[in-house]
């Protein structure tokens, strides 16, 4: 049984726990799989990951529930005691209560080579997890049928399992993860191993989810081909590879048939922004840049960057420019700030009808105006969602899913709701990005990123095609920087020369 790792197994569809639970049968079906030959390959597939992780000496500690997640615990507890694994199974139900495949499962247990116990009493059977020694911990219970709110027991066992010393190992997604949305109520199991099975679920790859599922791994169990014909999926997810491509320059390209970005922002007391946002564009392969900023920033924006170009700061004269009628796109927002000259400067981006990227404090000015456009791209971060949506931060990072194709439907055009595991949506279909890291949470990575997008609108002809390469590329970049030297310290303006070295690659 096949078991890939994430980042071997993209791009590809990803559904919502409903779309599985509804049609997992029918693709097995298809398959000529019968339902409990389908738990028998999970639980398979998950021995294969720790035989992988382990040593064969090692002790198991699998805590599982009652229905089919427990289930394939079970065959997961039987191939580890055939292979010589010290396995202890804590099923947290009575005997009786366990009914159907997951029955089946359990009744294949040879009970001379498995400690097993039944306790439903979860106090007691968090002192059991508690008090375990071993090496590796199974996390069986919910799978991705959890519904509701934990209850308090169910929240203490769950921290128990997480304040273990030993690794652990969730089953199809880790307990208290919502498989849909990402979100995390209270508490969940946070993974050091993941495996899910037959397709990914679109809530592994978002929002809090990243702290919860540790390496994901993919065992498709012969199904997948049969899921994906038969299911259409409204949410992709995308790594490096299977990206969109640039249209390479013929030797007689000139700078004028590549094109003028017009960057707008940079207010009074805040150059930075604006910079990067118009040396990133430079960078990814746009030919001009023009910066229309606070006229005592110009000096500042244009210091050891000789290449930009300074636009008029006065909206009155920037609209009736030679640089808004040669701009092939304009991004606006970095640094814009919120006071009357933001607000004209805004008017005067709209009014110049090209494509546009909109970020940071322009979404605000975009919101006040009640504009609506098919050609740009909203570049929110989850605060800036949340008042585009007129609502808070937690509802957004609640259903992620649902705020970036809301958003995309209220305002039009492309919306990236940025954070781990950006997602990219048109008011249809999402794209869920899995490239980047935690080094990204620091100041000027969202300029950075809307100055690629901008650059790559310039160069594919295709809103959401830049989109999406520009979010891969941004990530891409932070990895490049990372890998030798770590995440913390990292400035949005060390992506610049490997953000060049990629968009070649496209």
């Known amino acids: 049984m096949e078991v890939i790792k994430l980042t071997a197994s993209l791009p590809q569809p990803v559904y919502s726990a409903n779309q599985v639970l509804s049609n997992e049968a029918a693709a097995a079906d298809a398959k000529g799989i019968p339902l409990f030959e389908l738990m028998k390959s999970a639980g398979r597939a998950a021995f294969e990951l720790l035989s992988q992780q382990a040593e064969q000496a090692s002790s198991v500690l699998i805590v599982a529930g009652k229905g089919n997640n427990g289930g394939d615990g079970y065959v997961l507890a039987r191939h580890c005691a055939a292979a010589g694994f010290m396995v202890s199974l804590l099923v947290l139900a009575d005997e009786e209560k366990i009914t159907g495949d997951a029955a089946k499962a359990l009744a294949m247990l040879d009970p001379d080579s498995v400690n097993l116990r039944f306790e439903p009493d979860l106090a007691k059977a968090n002192k059991m997890i508690a008090a375990f020694e071993g090496d590796w911990l199974v996390d069986a219970i919910f799978g991705i049928g959890l519904k509701g709110k934990l209850t308090r027991a169910w929240q203490q066992l769950l921290t128990t399992i997480n304040e273990h010393y030993s690794q652990i190992i969730s089953l199809d997604i880790p307990s208290g993860l919502c498989a849909t949305t990402g979100h995390v109520e209270n508490v969940a199991v946070a993974a050091d191993y993941t495996v899910t099975f037959i397709v990914l679920k679109q809530g592994l790859l978002t929002g809090k989810a990243a702290n919860y599922i540790g390496d994901l791994w993919l065992a498709t169990l012969d199904v997948q081909t049969e899921f994906v014909q038969t299911i259409a999926a409204q949410a992709f997810a995308q790594g490096?590879?299977?990206?969109?491509?640039?249209?390479?320059?013929?030797?007689?390209?000139h700078k004028g048939s590549i094109g003028?970005?017009?960057?707008?922002?940079?207010?009074?007391?805040?150059?930075?922004?604006i910079r990067m946002a118009a040396e990133s564009s430079l960078r990814t392969g746009a030919s001009l840049v023009a910066v229309a900023c606070h006229q005592e920033n110009q000096a500042i924006v244009v210091q050891g960057r000789?290449?930009?170009?300074?636009a008029p700061s006065e909206p009155e004269r920037l609209i009736s420019s030679s640089f808004v009628e040669k701009a092939k796109v304009i991004l606006i927002g970095p640094g814009l700030g919120r006071d009357a000259w933001a607000n004209q400067l805004m008017q005067a981006a709209l009014k110049a009808d090209k494509p546009m990227v909109v970020d940071a404090d322009a979404l605000f000015a975009m919101k006040s105006l009640?504009?609506?456009?098919?050609?740009?791209?909203?570049t929110p971060h989850p605060g800036e969602a949340a008042f585009l949506l007129d609502c808070d931060i937690a509802t957004i990072e609640a259903d992620r899913f649902g705020a970036v194709t809301a958003i995309a439907q209220k305002y039009g055009g492309i919306c990236v709701l940025k954070g781990a595991g950006s997602l990219i949506g048109d008011g249809q279909k999402v794209i869920v990005n899995t490239t980047g890291n935690a080094g990204m949470a620091s100041g000027g990575m969202g300029d950075v990123l809307s100055g690629i997008i901008a650059a790559l609108i310039l160069q594919t002809g295709s809103m959401m095609d830049a989109t999406r390469l520009a979010v891969s590329i941004h990530g891409q970049a932070a990895e490049l920087v990372t890998q030798n030297i770590g995440m913390r310290g990292l400035l949005a303006s060390d992506l610049f020369e490997p953000i060049r070295q990629l968009v070649n690659q496209y």
């Not at 000789?306 to 300074?310: A, C, D, G, S, T």
């Open 260 to 273: 003028l970005v017009l960057a707008m922002g940079g207010n009074l007391g805040m150059p930075g922004a």
């Open 240 to 253: 490096t590879s299977g990206l969109p491509a640039i249209t390479p320059r013929r030797p007689t390209i």
């Open 306 to 310: 000789p290449e930009l170009m300074l």
């Open 370 to 378: 009640r504009a609506f456009s098919n050609n740009w791209v909203l």
